[in-house]
């Protein structure tokens, strides 16, 4: 019969998505089929906005954020690592800025990693919309203030991103100095009093060290296992300052 219609539903999960009909017959998809059809491109859809989210979400984040600092290294351990590093006058701050060090990078959760370092170095933490502190308490190792305001503290890189520019970061490409600026792994992101890291500045330890003398060693034994890590330099009085800490452990 010419011109016949064929009304059929498509027989998913077979492997033929189109049946054969005889010659001068017209094939139609039942109503049914295209609903399935339909919600089948609905779910795949929401499928890939999920995989997308999920992306963007976590493509900064690595391994999953520390739940507290790392512990600090044996005196003696440090020791040695400090006797590895390269010696070599600090070059100049020329062309130097913190942009070049990309920081505070989505770790997760939606938290960046300013927010994870006050999470993880704070007591009894609330936080408001996001990840972002609202209350706490914060015990700074650099002069052992507590702290309840999250602006009454700072985030210190141990080796500071000047210092590190002047010991071989202009070097780096900005991938490195992005994974330096937000490293979580090794002991060089701390919760601070605000005024004392300002203090602190980009200095080393021959020019500034903290208020709390019962820190010296494990700021010693950080500073050195961050410089090792990374092959950064340091200068004699750097080393100097440095093995004298160390003494006090």
């Keep these: 019969m010419s011109g016949r219609r064929v009304e059929a539903v498509l027989p998913f999960g077979t492997g033929r998505l189109r049946p054969r009909v005889p010659n001068g017959e017209e094939f139609v998809v039942s109503p049914r089929s295209r609903a399935l059809l339909f919600r089948l491109l609905l779910a795949i859809l929401a499928l890939v906005v999920a995989l997308v989210w999920f992306w963007l ?40 800025s913190r942009e070049k060090f990309p920081h505070w990078d989505n770790q997760g959760n939606n938290c960046n990693t300013r927010e994870v ?16 502190p609202t209350s706490g308490s914060w015990t700074s190792s650099y002069d052992g203030e507590t702290w309840t305001k999250p ?5 210190d890189h141990m080796v500071p991103l000047g210092q590190a520019w002047a010991s071989g970061a202009r070097s780096w490409t900005t991938e490195k100095r992005e994974q330096f600026a937000n490293d979580l792994t090794r002991p060089q992101l701390f919760a601070v009093t605000d005024k004392v890291n300002r203090e602190k500045s980009d200095k080393a330890p021959d020019e500034w060290k903290p208020p709390l003398v019962s820190f010296w060693c494990t700021y010693a034994t950080d500073w050195i296992v961050v410089k090792h890590y990374y092959g950064l330099t340091v200068t004699t009085a750097e080393k100097t300052a440095l093995t004298d800490m160390l003494h006090r452990c």
Excluded: W
């Design 117 to 132: 370092v006050l999470k993880r170095d704070g007591k009894d933490v609330k936080t408001g919309t996001g990840c972002n």
């Design 57 to 96: 979400s976590t493509r900064n984040s690595g391994a999953t954020p520390p739940a507290s600092a790392p512990p600090p290294v044996a005196a003696a351990d440090a020791q040695h690592q400090l006797d590895e590093l390269t010696i070599a006058p600090r070059t100049s701050m020329d062309g130097y």
């Design 151 to 155: 602006a009454d503290v700072d985030i």
